[in-house]
């Protein structure tokens, strides 16, 4: 008893104690505490990020695709490109830029 009549009063109010209860209750020991919030806070700007990328990449996909349907040069473009295929007069040669270590 000699402990508690050493606080000062504003400490022993009744009002103070069941605020700070519930204040530590919402800030530390809640399903959706502070940290749980900044957490998901920045998960949504991660999710967010990736989101744009992926619009950015559809557009991108979008506009390839409309100019292989009208562009026959596009359509070659991306034969010899991605598939390496040729004409049946010319030389098809590969440069790697990296060099190949697994033949070791």
Known sequence: MKLISKLPAWLRNKYFIAI???CVIMLFLDKND???Q???KKELHN???SKNYYIR???ALRKE???LKH???SIEKL???KYLMKKDNEELFLISEKPDNSKN
Request: aromatic share 12%; no cysteine.
């Open 20 to 22: 700070a209860a519930f």
């Open 34 to 36: 502070i940290f749980t």
């Open 38 to 40: 900044f957490g998901r």
């Open 47 to 49: 999710l967010q990020t």
């Open 57 to 59: 990449q559809n557009e």
């Open 65 to 67: 695709s409309e100019a």
């Open 71 to 73: 562009d026959p040069q």
């Open 79 to 81: 034969a010899r490109e």
